[in-house]
DNA sequence: TGGCAATGTCAACAAGGCTGACATAAAACT
DNA sequence: AGTTTTATGTCAGCCTTGTTGACATTGCCA
């Protein structure tokens, strides 16, 4: 497993995939890709006055319901200052819920209000469509390389969380 | 090829790859990894009090000697007041050299001086090291997988550059 | 009761986007 | 030759989103 899937026939064969010619083709995809990525959501945020911060707080929030301020704020790896700030608005606007915790009540446990799924939904609208595009020209196999590549690269705290919040919703 | 390579034995089997879920775990895939993607440049860039906007131009123009301002703000997307905030530090630190076009003497050609060099290679490095990892763990056949939904991922005019920029360098 | 945890908030700062306006030099066009 | 367009640079100001540091409140827990 550590020299990958495809077993026996490579070593300085196959290797070449490893080129720094091929891993910086690697690097400007991503760049060029994340572009991609966020371009959609962000045409739909700029008309609410939103940013992408907004985005990723509705993001998470709608896929943990009820998660806390501090679960979110591991997630998103930012200080609790920067969040804060996109939460307050969200919910003055009322697109977020906050609501004390039953068990601990020092929590606060966070829930998209109607009106945030709404939004919510416009925006995972786009984005999935643009993924599911991507994913639709390149196959079932490269999007399973794909997301190995994609997990590979991630921080070892980070590739946990993932996987945390990935496993359950098969 | 609409359909995906892999041929025949899919269509409501393997679409199976195109559910909300999936897409969902592939857009987060997308956020963590890009962290993850960025964080080792990132603490290079932060102890010569650079941000992420210099390596950017650092990594384009090392990678097109002698490209022009035009050139430059066309691949990186922004605006030439904010292209030039960074250019301006970069010059002014001698990390790169603009010279007048010969052929055009409106145009600014940019370099990389050598100490330019010296730092591009050591994001590089860094950036090159995870990717390589990344690959390596993954295979070739993931990586190529990767790079082709990424490709599928961009917007048009995004991945007519990349292509173009790519194409070359075998 | 004292200490720690979860949260919120104020203030200040920095990076890096953006717009708009204006200046200069050189090329290109008529 | 004169006008317009192009390439670049720059000033000023604004916004979002990240940061640090300090401080307050509330509630859990030993």
Redesign the pocket.
């Known amino acids: 497993m550590a020299d990958g899937p495809g077993g026996g026939a490579q070593r300085g064969e196959t290797l070449l995939f490893l080129t720094d010619e091929q891993l910086r083709k690697g690097i400007e995809a991503m760049f060029f890709a994340y572009k991609g990525f966020t371009a959609d959501p962000d045409r739909i945020?700029e008309t609410r006055?939103?940013?992408?911060?907004?985005?990723?707080a509705i993001h998470f929030i709608h896929r943990s319901h009820g998660t806390?301020?501090?679960?979110l704020?591991a997630i998103?790896?930012?200080?609790?200052?920067?969040?804060?700030?996109?939460?307050?608005t969200l919910?003055k606007d009322g697109l977020v819920e906050?609501r004390?915790?039953t068990?601990?009540?020092?929590?606060?446990?966070l829930y998209l209000t109607e009106t945030g799924q709404i939004l919510e939904q416009e925006l995972s609208d786009a984005q999935r469509a643009r993924m599911r595009d991507a994913f639709r020209v390149a196959g079932p196999e490269a999007v399973a390389g794909f997301r190995t590549v994609l997990e590979a690269m991630m921080d070892g705290e980070m590739r946990r969380r993932y996987l945390r919040l990935t496993e359950g919703g098969q």
């Open positions: 945020l006055g939103y940013g992408r911060a907004h985005h990723r806390t301020v501090n679960n704020l998103l790896g930012v200080t609790k200052q920067s969040l804060n700030r996109v939460l307050r919910i906050s004390v915790g068990r601990d009540k020092r929590e606060r446990h």
